[in-house]
């Protein structure tokens, strides 16, 4: 899962085939290091707005075909061009890590899913342009996992997130539940609350589910890697539910014990979910 760091990418994953390893390392670079620019360190708004735009036009300069200005992007170019990538899913990251600079609440279900087809699924299409295993109904599977894990990680960090003036929960869902922001920054875990997050954790849930059919399409190594990376999510949800919610005092991370568990359910995977 994620946390303080763009980490969706299975850089270090021994379940990663050895030939997708250089490439998602070289990708995994400037997505983390972008992040960093939008998140990290005491820069202001408009300064940390100004260091992503001149990450997009390195972009551009990879598109015309110029020299890049420094060894990330010579790299970069050299990856895209080998796997015959766009610019364009990295654009979107950018997009979103600058929305993070500039914007702390989502109104609406529907404007936190346009921030994940952004901030996340990215990352999918990413892995599976580079597996050269896509499909448009793979490319579906991948958005709905991605977009899971984007809304779970938010669920993990809501103390996290608070901290830095975010709230990743809609605030339509917020209302209905009439739970209020200083509930929240008091880290109340009344019945409004369990309601709201109960609501939440099943949003999540079944929008991975939706994916979860990917990780038996995508064949070889990457698709053990997505039956991890799909029962991890879940496992973190059920780890939500076992605390009742209260993330902000028991924050649900995945043990040496629950990595047993998630090799055993990958195992097992289509009974499992299933079940």
């Known amino acids: 899962m994620t946390n303080a760091h763009y980490e969706n990418f299975p850089v270090a994953s021994p379940l990663l085939p050895p030939e997708l390893r250089a490439p998602v390392r070289v990708i995994y670079a400037f997505a983390r290091s972008a992040d960093d620019l939008a998140d990290e360190g005491d820069a202001s708004a408009s300064e940390r707005i100004e260091a ?6 390195e972009l551009d300069h990879i598109d015309a075909g110029r020299e890049p200005s420094s060894d990330l992007f010579l790299q970069l170019a050299l990856t895209l061009k080998e796997h015959h990538l766009n610019t364009q899913l990295l654009r979107d990251l ?3 890590f600058r929305q993070d600079v500039v ?10 899913l346009d921030y ?14 580079l597996s050269e295993q896509y499909s448009p109904e793979m490319l579906d599977q991948s958005d709905a996992i991605c977009s899971a894990l984007q809304l779970i990680n938010f669920l993990q960090d809501v103390a996290i997130d608070r901290k830095k003036s975010r709230i990743y929960i809609p605030q339509e869902d917020i209302a209905k539940f009439s739970v209020s922001e200083q509930l929240i920054a008091e ?6 609350w369990r309601a709201l997050m109960q609501f939440q954790v099943a949003r999540a849930r079944s929008l991975m589910l939706k994916g979860a059919p990917l990780a038996t399409h995508v064949g070889g190594r990457l698709g053990w890697e997505l039956r991890f990376i799909v029962h991890g999510g879940l496992r973190i949800l059920e780890k939500i539910e076992a605390v009742h919610y209260d993330v902000f005092n028991r924050r649900p991370t995945l043990k040496s014990y629950d990595w047993l568990l998630l090799g055993w359910r990958a195992l097992r995977y289509d009974s499992s979910l299933a079940g």
């Open 52 to 57: 992503l735009n001149a990450y997009e036009r």
């Open 187 to 192: 880290g109340k875990t009344d019945h409004r």
């Open 94 to 96: 950018l997009s979103a």
């Open 116 to 129: 994940c087809s952004r901030s996340a699924n990215p990352v999918g299409r990413i892995m599976l342009a």
């Open 103 to 112: 914007q702390t609440r989502y109104a609406s279900f529907d404007e936190l």
